[in-house]
């Protein structure tokens, strides 16, 4: 299942961010770091569409 996981997280297609599509499909260990109900400052920064043209994949 693990790599099923990896292999879908490190894979996005087309019209996708990078970065969101990692920390959605590979939420464990992303945020691994965090505390309990602490929010992640990447996702964070991504909400509402704000994802960089650069981390979308064409």
């Not at 920064?45 to 960089?52: I, N």
């Amino acid at each position: 299942m693990v790599d099923v996981v990896s292999k879908k997280a490190l894979n996005p297609p087309v019209g996708q961010c990078r970065q969101c599509w990692l920390h959605a499909y590979d939420s464990r260990e992303q945020h691994k770091g965090l505390k309990p109900r602490e929010d992640c400052p990447a996702c964070v920064s991504h909400m509402g569409g704000k994802c960089p043209d650069s981390m979308i994949v064409r």
